[in-house]
């Protein structure tokens, strides 16, 4: 029997801990994966260490421009071999042990209604002293759900879900989302038997104050999932309802102080004080109650109720439009011109030679309408051969332009396959350049075309890619694709309309 072949996806910031894994790996027992991709997300990347000899011919490095661990992993699975079945995601802090390369082939042999399955994390604590409230919090990562840590999914899942949502800028709820998303497809998500180590990296005292900024993306999941979405994902509550009461019973203290009400005043000083001291005694009795621990809970728990409650309220204001996934609509749609917007008429200057493909003017007319953004993405290699002026290619744009009623955007590359550009299907650089043009992020864009080097595309950008098949459409890419079309009106409806 076939052993199922996977890649491995591991976004750093040039950690240490990236060469410890590496080392790690290198060192497994058992087959190789196929590729492993390293996803350089600093903004100004530097050198990596080099990867063990027995991996440097599977290495590759990616950058992502310091744009969060969710983009970063999006470039990483979307840079692996498409034959691929399956993609492991790996943190660059964790270790993998002796027989994690044997485990995790056994792990991904698996039906194809599986579409994820977790590895398990230990996360080794000091034998000689209680742990500190630090500690205690990176010990959560062992009974986490779905948890990228060491987090495998079908390639086929990812690709159904457009992969991570990269309006998740930290690495706490990307995850989370994702493994929902996955589930509402129907795909199933199991546990393995692989295990890796995630030591405790070393924090000052303010960490618990900084990670407070996770709380933004309690307010996004809230948005996307529903107030239940805590149980869905299988996360521990949090502490908000009592952040929030501290929270203003501090603000009560200082208004009532200012406007002279003094018994107000301290009632809600008094209150606010009850609050804070039980907060943190709850972070200190568990620990090792040392004066510097001690110092620092005391501190930080008079500071982490406002910050967590700022962070909160920020996230239910940035994302307060953000509708559930379920229904979430494209805010622009982008077609491929011949083929789906009009005729496919090869290496055509002419404009008296465009026709319009049936409903298509009437189905963009109904996309204006509903304030949905639209533009075209088009490949002209015929110019790039020679076949084509510039001039020849602008006028047949300008006059489909005009035949629509205007779209807001143009992307047209000029290059052949030997040019290997950034922008020529299935590239994403039109896409992405698309989205820039309209303020848009990708996972707020649909993707028309009918072949496969646009929903590819789409994929690479981290848009939507609908598939609406003509005769010029290979079987391999209508079975490939991630969404079909019987045709250009249902298309546009799965684009405005239904499950992304």
């Not at 979307?78 to 056994?106: I, Q």
């Amino acid at each position: 029997m076939t052993a199922p072949s996977y890649c491995i996806v591991i976004p750093t910031v040039g950690r240490p801990s990236l060469a410890v894994l590496l080392e790690s790996l290198a060192g497994a027992d058992g087959p190789l994966p196929g590729q492993i991709v390293v996803v350089d997300d600093r903004r100004a990347p530097a050198e990596l260490p080099p990867p063990p000899s027995r991996l440097a011919d599977l290495v590759t490095v990616r950058r992502s421009g310091g744009r969060g661990p969710a983009a970063a992993r999006n470039v990483g699975w979307r840079a692996t071999d498409p034959a691929g079945e399956w993609v492991v995601f790996l943190d660059d802090d964790v270790v993998v042990r002796r027989d994690w390369l044997a485990c995790v082939l056994r792990d991904l042999d698996q039906g194809g209604a599986v579409g994820g399955v977790q590895g398990v994390v230990t996360v080794p604590l000091p034998g000689d002293r209680r742990a500190t409230d630090w500690e205690r919090g990176t010990r959560g990562l062992e009974t986490a759900a779905w948890i990228t840590a060491d987090m495998a999914y079908r390639r086929t899942v990812l690709e159904r879900v457009g992969g991570f949502d990269e309006r998740f800028p930290r690495a706490f709820r990307e995850d989370a989302d994702l493994a929902l998303r996955v589930l509402r497809t129907g795909a199933e998500l199991r546990r393995g038997s692989r295990e890796v180590t995630h030591p405790v990296r070393p924090a000052d005292r303010w960490v618990s104050v900084r990670v407070q900024a996770g709380n933004a993306d309690d307010a996004l999941m809230r948005r996307m999932h529903g107030s239940d979405w805590r149980r869905l994902a299988m996360a521990p509550a949090g502490r908000r309802r009592g952040h929030l009461l501290v929270t203003a019973t501090a603000c009560t203290a200082i208004a009532a102080a200012a406007a002279g009400r003094r018994v107000l005043a301290m009632a809600a000083a008094a209150t606010w004080l009850v609050g804070t001291a039980r907060f943190a005694w709850a972070r200190i009795a568990p620990g090792p109650r040392r004066r510097d621990e001690v110092t620092t809970m005391v501190v930080t728990s008079a500071v982490i109720p406002p910050v967590a409650t700022w962070h909160w309220l920020r996230g239910v204001w940035r994302h307060r439009s953000a509708p559930p996934w379920a229904t979430y609509p494209a805010r622009a749609v982008l077609f491929d011109r011949d083929g789906t917007l009009i005729e496919d008429v090869p290496y055509n200057g002419d404009p008296s030679k465009v026709r319009p493909m049936d409903g298509a003017v009437q189905l963009v007319a109904e996309l204006r309408a509903r304030g949905v953004r639209t533009g075209v993405i088009t490949n002209q290699s015929a110019i790039g051969r020679g076949r084509l002026t510039w001039d020849q290619v602008h006028r047949v744009n300008v006059h489909v332009d005009q035949i629509f009623g205007g779209f807001d955007v143009w992307a047209v590359c000029p290059h052949v396959d030997d040019d290997d550009c950034a922008c020529r299907k299935p590239a994403p650089g039109m896409v992405l350049q698309a989205a820039a043009a309209l303020g848009f992020s990708p996972h707020e864009i649909a993707v028309i075309g009918d072949i496969g080097a646009d929903v590819e595309a789409a994929a690479a950008a981290g848009a939507r890619g609908i598939l609406v098949p003509t005769d010029a459409t290979r079987p391999e890419e209508v079975a490939a694709a991630p969404r079909v079309a019987a045709d250009l009106s249902e298309a546009v409806r799965l684009a405005v309309g239904t499950t992304p």
